[in-house]
Antibody, heavy 126, light 107 residues
Framework: QVTLKESGPVLVKPTETLTLTCTVS??????????VTWIRQPPGKALEWLAH???????SYSTSLASRLTISQDTSKSQVVLTMTNMDPVDTATYYC??????????????????WGQGTLVTVSS | DIQMTQSPSSLSASVGDRVTITCRAS??????LNWYQHKPGKAPTLLIY???SLQSGVPSRFSGSGSGTDFTLTIYSLQPEDFATYYC?????????FGQGTKVEIK
């Protein structure tokens, strides 16, 4: 059974650094077809892609947030960690981690999010 | 970044209706398009990947089509459990941008 669970602080102060951990089970972070993506949703707004990481340590970041984000993984602990620096109230959101499946099609490689964690609400306030 | 635009932003429909949601990409993304369903307080779920491939376990009343810049999600015979917000997402390039969502409400 595939599960992902986000953990981290529920409240952070402006300018602080947020550290979120995604603990996965039911699959291996060493699987080259699988990765983990972080996605967030501010209250009442749309989903926003933040960052992803794959087994070969391939990483990618949101264009607008790249300077503030770092994604890493500890395969021995089955964990993926996202840090976001200089938090602001506009970063208040539910943060999700999602298993990312890569498959090869005729035209190339596509990826999609086939399992998601339940999300964790992070509020930024002094 | 590739921009994804969904229409409509919201719609009201009745059980049994056929519902169509469109998604347009700011540039061609071939068939690198996924659809998700999101209910309040729950994790999103994958419905369709690669524009038209139905994810395992998803009811056959959900169907996706399109290629290039224009895509469609169709729900044939809307069921009570289908009232939710639907998002398209491109995976042609990173960042894998989402549309703004389409909320399907009960008429």
């Amino acid at each position: 059974q595939v599960t992902l669970k986000e953990s981290g602080p529920v409240l952070v102060k402006p300018t602080e650094t947020l550290t979120l951990t995604c603990t996965v089970s039911g699959f291996s972070l060493n699987n080259p077809r699988l990765g983990v993506t972080w996605i967030r949703q501010p209250p009442g707004k749309a989903l926003e892609w933040l960052a992803h990481i794959f087994s070969n340590d391939e990483k990618s970041y949101s264009t607008s947030l790249a300077s503030r984000l770092t994604i890493s993984q500890d395969t021995s602990k089955s964990q993926v960690v996202l840090t976001m620096t200089n938090m602001d109230p506009v970063d208040t959101a539910t943060y999700y981690c999602a298993r990312t499946q890569r498959i090869t099609l005729l035209r190339g490689v596509i990826y999609y999010f086939d399992y998601w964690g339940q999300g964790t609400l992070v509020t930024v306030s002094s | 970044d590739i921009q994804m635009t969904q229409s409509p932003s919201s719609l009201s429909a009745s059980v049994g209706d056929r519902v169509t949601i469109t998604c347009r990409a700011s540039q061609s993304i071939a068939n690198y398009l996924n659809w998700y369903q999101h209910k309040p307080g729950k994790a999103p779920t994958l419905l369709i990947y690669a524009a038209s491939s139905l994810q395992s376990g998803v009811p056959s009343r959900f169907s996706g089509s399109g290629s290039g810049t224009d895509f469609t999600l169709t729900i044939y015979s809307l069921q009570p459990e289908d009232f939710a917000t639907y998002y398209c997402q491109q995976s042609y390039s990173t960042p894998g941008t989402f549309g703004q969502g389409t909320k399907v409400e009960i008429k």
